[in-house]
């Protein structure tokens, strides 16, 4: 008996009926224009720090995602039968995260978005060939990101060292989730260019890349360069195995550039917490001096670097929010027990992870849910890269997103509808939420 899956024909033709009067005006010609206006704006917001629950701003990216739905539309009734693990998950993550807004409001603007209007983009470019799609939503993110990197380098003079470069954006490390994803695409496009012979293209999107890559270098974000490398790693080890002929050699040069990029990690570390040191034993000589206060702080060749120093304090935040934890979550983002623990005063940090930041804004069913849903996204990105890696130069991008989610979700939250890391993951994995991975778009099944 044939198994029955969720099928996507009566949402997209429920769909066709209400935007018809569209048919004429959006076509999938215009894809990478509504990737770029969709994935520039989750740049803008990360380059503003604009507040992620200001339901406006939440407002304006559900109008760009209807727009990249109307702009993805083929004119195919398509039959979508839907992966029941991954619909079951997605749909009690964020049922649980509306349930936490009902308690808090702010939480329903977040949600409200990843509940339904996702969904509907995923049934969308599900039905649609996977490698058009992958390929306006790598350009729409490379061209949204490059004009604030000319900008930064326009507007702001370079800095070498720490704290970091962070040109026009809000701090580095926003600067640095936005080199990312631009550098990660560019990457992406350079591959399957060169696998296509268009050199002109393979010069182009290298170009970007290098600089995508340098810029970061510049931001010295720790949690962005830590990431970046785990995705070049992942990339590159997985296009080694799937399609080398002497994957031996290549994987062997691999270790070696990993060794370097560690080493260039620890020295990065050393050389922050070094200069932090120095600014605190400065301040209380300072403060000795001026106002007769005892010096407390050892002197900075004493110190030996600590979990909470290694992560400039975040895993003081992540036991504090293990031990504060709800099944509803809490009103604000912000961790006011490790705020009142630690005194810092106003240094009003959120959890700074992505899992982390879930479980306390929305409580730890939600927590246990997000994790399986990215372990399972994950695991079905690699078979899906296995399945389609001799077939499509752009079958490693669901992995390579994935391993961007998951190593900046790490260390910085960024599971958002809207922020440029979070929608970018999300457009990408539409692919993983078909029952059949085998199939490069829903029309092949028939």
Not at 194 to 203: A, L, T
């Amino acid at each position: 008996m044939r198994k029955q899956g969720i099928d996507g024909t009566k949402v997209l033709n429920l769909y066709d009926r209400v935007t018809g009067i569209f048919n004429e005006i959006f076509d999938a010609r215009l894809l990478t224009a509504a990737f770029f206006a969709l994935i520039g704006y989750c740049v803008l917001f990360t380059q503003r720090k604009f507040p992620m629950r200001w339901m406006i701003f939440v407002l304006f990216g559900m109008i760009l995602l209807a727009f990249v739905t109307l702009t993805a539309r083929t004119g195919v009734k398509a039959r979508v039968r839907f992966h029941k693990g991954m619909v079951a998950l997605w749909f009690a993550l964020h049922g649980m995260m509306v349930v936490s807004g009902l308690f808090y409001e702010d939480w329903l603007s977040e949600s409200v978005p990843l509940l339904i209007a996702y969904p509907v983009v995923f049934s969308v470019l599900s039905s649609r060939d996977d490698e058009s799609t992958f390929r306006s939503i790598l350009r729409g993110a490379v061209l949204s990101v490059l004009p604030f990197l000319l900008w930064s380098y326009l507007a702001v003079p370079i800095t070498w060292g720490y704290p970091g470069y962070m040109g026009v954006f809000y701090d580095a490390n926003c600067m640095s989730m936005c080199c990312i994803v631009m550098t990660t695409s560019a990457l992406l496009l350079c591959y399957a260019s060169f696998v296509q012979r268009r050199m002109k293209s393979v010069i182009a999107y290298g170009m970007a890349a290098a600089l995508g890559a340098f810029t970061l270098v510049l931001t010295l974000s720790r949690s962005g360069l830590l990431a970046f490398a785990g995705v070049l790693v992942i990339l590159t080890a997985a296009i080694i195995a799937g399609t080398a002929k002497h994957p031996k050699r290549l994987m062997a040069i691999l270790a070696v550039l990993v060794v370097a990029m560690g080493a260039a990690g620890v020295k990065i570390t050393q050389d922050k917490m070094m200069e932090a040191y120095k600014e605190d034993y400065a301040l209380a000589v300072y403060n000795y001096e001026t106002y007769g206060n005892p010096i407390t702080v050892p002197k900075p060749e004493e110190r030996r670097i600590s979990m909470d120093d290694l992560t400039s304090d975040r895993w003081g935040i992540w036991m504090t929010i293990l031990q504060n934890l709800t099944w509803n979550g809490h009103e604000s983002s912000v961790i006011q027990e490790w705020v009142a623990k630690d005194g810092a005063g106003d240094r009003l940090f959120n959890a700074h992870n992505a899992f982390f930041g879930v479980t306390y804004n929305n409580g730890f069913i939600a927590g246990i849910l997000l994790a399986a849903y990215t372990l399972l996204a994950l695991w079905r990105a690699i078979r899906y890269y296995w399945m389609h890696r001799k077939a499509s130069p752009y079958a490693a991008t669901p992995l390579a997103f994935c391993a961007v989610f998951i190593l900046v979700g790490m260390f910085e939250s960024v599971y958002a509808p809207f922020s440029v890391i979070g929608c970018t993951y999300l457009l990408v994995q539409a692919p993983l939420w078909r029952d059949d991975l085998s199939r490069r778009s829903a029309e092949e099944a028939h």
